[in-house]
């Protein structure tokens, strides 16, 4: 009989679930692994504020429930809150690559001293996306270009203004769901975004985003 994992994703909102649903889980089913999209909790809403103090519970929550089942999370670092793990430490750092290293590293390090009795340093993998999850759509100017009806050249500049797609920063103004809008007010997060992701698809995003590669990697091998 061939390994399978089942994977629990907490996700900051609707438009992480829904990309986790639509694109992820389908994607890694092929390679048994079997996402379930969870929205963080908060009591009286769902999705936004992203803080540790909140996602901490739901970490342990889904690793007490079923000791055969492995906990990840997609939160974006655009909008997270300061009492984070590694947050300090990444603001001080110039290169995307390195404040994702320092954030994911922190997170886990963070969750396997306060729930050492689960086995999270085996069954927790973190994602803190650089800078949000809208960076991916980039990954193919052509086809986002077409779908926001804008001249590709729009998204080339972007591109080249910022190196690639996972270095869009975190700015107000010039976060990658910020610029996207402003190119295109028929843009919305959650169904046009998803339907751009669809669109572009999961290969063409790991082409393109190293970061998120290592993460859909590091999610992948739960299956061998």
């Not at 655009?78 to 320092?102: F, L, M, V």
């Not at 759509?137 to 086809?143: C, E, G, I, K, T």
């Not at 610029?179 to 046009?192: A, D, I, P, Y």
């Amino acid at each position: 009989m061939n390994k399978y994992a089942e994977v629990v994703v907490l996700v900051e909102g609707p438009t992480e679930q829904q990309f986790v649903k639509q694109l992820l889980t389908p994607y890694l089913a092929q390679r048994g692994v079997y996402l379930t999209p969870i929205i963080l909790d908060k009591p009286g809403e769902k999705g936004g504020d992203v803080k540790f103090a909140r996602a901490k519970n739901d970490i342990e929550k889904h690793l007490k429930q079923r000791q055969d089942t492995c906990v990840t999370m997609l939160v974006d670092y655009y909008g997270i809150r300061s009492d984070w793990p590694g947050y300090s430490e990444s603001k001080k750092q110039a290169e995307h690559t390195r404040k994702a290293q320092i954030m994911n590293q922190a997170t886990h390090d963070e969750v396997k001293k306060l729930f050492p009795n689960h086995h999270s340093d085996l069954r927790f993998i973190p994602y803190v996306s650089m800078y949000e999850l809208e960076a991916l759509y980039f990954s193919d100017p052509a086809l986002l270009a077409e779908k926001l009806g804008v001249q590709q050249r729009n998204i080339e500049e972007i591109l080249d203004e910022c190196g690639e797609p996972e270095k869009i920063n975190d700015h107000a103004t010039t976060a990658p769901s910020k610029r996207v809008g402003k190119l295109s007010n028929r843009f919305k997060k959650t169904s046009t975004g998803i339907a751009i992701a669809k669109a572009i698809g999961i290969p063409k995003m790991r082409e393109a985003c190293p970061l998120f590669n290592t993460w859909v990697t590091a999610l992948e091998n739960l299956g061998h």
